[in-house]
């Protein structure tokens, strides 16, 4: 039998012109619905892609770099070793740099300015070190302090870790070697 042969109540849907097996199909018109997602994907996946080629800044590469010096500081602050190496690593990773400026905000910044301009205590910023500016140097006076000058000794107030943030800090406002 011929799809066209069917019997059809008239107002029906038409009868695609094919039958398999003795299956015919009818002839709908796809539903709103599902048109509807088809068009919201297509819409999607273009601005997706302009975003992602054209808009955004850093590249996959950029991130992925940035998650591994991220865990390699954190891995180097949980270690409690604060050599040089591990001060310029911890100096480059934005959450340490956050708990860092947090710490110099609150403690340091009424005597070495909001900006690390200087006041009451020297300039941190414009590379003239009094003790030296290795991250050694800055975390011995920071750790030791230099009493007769009036700078306090901050590693039993705040605790290796956070001193080691705050000069993480500081150094981060240094071109690194
Ligand atoms: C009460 C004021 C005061 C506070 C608070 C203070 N400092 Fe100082 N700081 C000084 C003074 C004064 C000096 C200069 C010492 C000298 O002349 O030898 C100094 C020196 C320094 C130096 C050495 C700078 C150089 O050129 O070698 C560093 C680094 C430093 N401070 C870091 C810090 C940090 C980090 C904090 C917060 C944890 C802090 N200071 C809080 C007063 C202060």
């Known amino acids: 039998m011929s799809a066209s042969k069917l019997p059809q109540e008239p107002g029906e849907d038409p009868i695609r012109p094919h039958v ?24 999607f996946a273009i601005g997706y892609w302009m975003w992602s080629q054209h808009f955004r800044r850093d590249t996959d590469g950029q991130r992925v770099e ?33 708990a860092g400026e947090a710490t110099y905000q609150t403690t340091c910044a009424s005597c070495h300015g909001a900006k690390l301009e200087g006041g009451i205590g020297l300039n941190l ?32 107030v705040l605790g290796p870790k956070k001193t080691a943030e705050v000069v993480a800090f500081i150094l981060s406002k240094h071109p690194a070697p």
């Open 20 to 43: 398999f097996d003795g299956i015919a199909e009818y002839d709908k018109r796809l539903p709103n619905w599902w048109l509807l997602t088809l068009y919201v994907s297509i819409f």
């Open 66 to 98: 940035a998650t591994v010096q991220e865990l390699r500081a954190a891995k180097l602050a949980a270690a409690g070793a604060f050599d040089d190496a591990a001060l310029w690593a911890m100096s480059r990773s934005a959450s340490i740099l956050a």
């Open 125 to 156: 910023a414009d590379g003239d070190w009094v003790h030296g500016g290795t991250p050694a140097d800055i975390m011995k006076v920071v750790n030791e302090g230099v009493l007769v000058k009036g700078m306090p000794a901050w590693g039993p």
